[in-house]
């Protein structure tokens, strides 16, 4: 049966969203940055990674597992480079700094990276090259996560879910901006169909026999005690290239831990030897790239413009009314939840309305 959905405006739910995170001891600016990340997620229309994920930073603050005033510090640096150590803090407040800082060494430099260690989670990979197409620069971001991908032949789970995000300017009001995982879906997607009651695809998840597994709600437990793993990009096997998405991910593991001496695969369970919650430890890499040091901007904007027009122009398939670019949909959905507001499910209102009685939150008025 379908749930209720209740559509809350922006504001409301940004302004909340910031009175959680000031109520579990972040500061006001921190807590800022926190729910800029998080409510982009929701304006773009990626359901997993917003209002959605509130209540887990909640619980992980309140268990201790993220530190609300840890201060990330340059641990070693060059010109074009540095290793930040996160100490813990919250993920998207680490995360904004250090694109900040690879930015500024690309502006100085034509190129920026910066490596991270000790972080948590961070919320959507894409903000963080929005960051950079902003001062007319190329922008990447990556990181690792909590096991939960077997590689191919496999069925453990071992690498996170290993997104990639890739931004660049463009002459049209969309730029592009490419942010998925590395795996054909990511945890935060089968929380969303626990909380709307729906079952998972098949190809999507597999158990501990290599079969496939529908339950939501039965994989976000089993998934905890290795007996099920997402796939990643391509599937369970080579034919249709799951050794490529596999591969991906472990890209994006060498960037996220190598290069800062920090913590990969099974390190990042969030468990101890004991089997009890301990901290995540986290890794990122971002870069940017200063297009002004290869070419005028707006020649480049012309270029990767038009490459993009002639994409969407080519012969579409029988049925389909549009091609599209990345970005583009989430670009269209930012305008209409804008206008109408974020949709909210049955269970997803059950979890504001704890958190809104948890931190005594009086002064918010959500919709039955």
Not at 34 to 61: N, P, T
Not at 112 to 140: C, K, W
Not at 232 to 257: A, F, R
Request: glycine letters at 10%; one cysteine or more.
């Amino acid at each position: 049966m379908e749930q209720t959905i209740v559509n809350i405006p922006v504001g409301i739910l940004y302004k909340f969203m910031m009175a959680v995170f000031i109520g579990s001891g972040i500061s006001e600016k921190d807590a800022k940055t926190c729910a800029d990340v998080l409510i982009k997620s929701d304006l773009r229309g990626i359901e997993s990674h917003g209002i959605g994920r509130l209540r887990m930073y909640y619980d992980r603050l309140k268990a201790g597992l993220i530190e609300p005033s840890a201060t990330p510090i340059i641990v070693r640096e060059s010109p074009t480079t540095a290793v930040i150590d996160g100490n813990h803090g919250m993920g998207m407040v680490i995360a904004v700094q250090s694109m900040q800082i690879a930015i500024d060494k690309a502006r100085q430099y034509g190129m920026g990276a910066v490596a991270v260690r000790n972080s948590t989670h961070f919320g959507i990979d894409g903000y963080y090259p929005l960051m950079a197409i902003e001062q007319n620069m190329i922008g990447m971001s990556f990181t690792n996560a909590r096991p939960c991908v077997s590689p191919t032949h496999g069925t453990q789970p071992t690498l996170g879910t290993n997104p990639i995000s890739f931004g660049a300017p463009t002459d049209e009001e969309c730029p592009f901006l490419y942010d998925g995982a590395t795996s054909i879906t990511q945890r935060g997607k089968i929380e969303v169909l626990s909380r709307a009651e729906k079952p998972v695809p098949a190809g999507w998840v597999i158990d501990q026999n290599n079969r496939p597994m529908l339950d939501a709600d039965q994989i976000l437990d089993e998934i905890l005690v290795d007996n099920a793993a997402l796939l990643p990009l391509g599937g369970e096997n080579e034919l249709l290239g799951g050794h490529k998405g596999y591969c991906l991910s472990t890209i994006v593991e060498i960037l996220s831990s190598a290069l800062q001496n920090g913590a990969f695969l099974f390190q990042l369970s969030g468990l101890n030897k004991e089997n009890q919650p301990t901290r995540f430890r986290v890794g990122h890499f971002f870069m940017a790239m200063d297009i002004a040091s290869f070419l005028p901007p707006e020649e480049f904007k012309h270029n990767i413009g038009e490459l993009l027009r002639i994409l969407r122009s080519t012969r579409k398939a029988p049925g389909q009314e549009r091609i599209y670019t990345a970005g583009e949909k989430e670009f269209e959905m930012e305008k209409n939840v804008q206008a109408n507001g974020v949709p909210i499910n049955a269970n997803l209102h059950k979890d504001i309305l704890f958190l809104q009685q948890e931190l005594n939150l009086p002064g918010f008025i959500f919709a039955d």
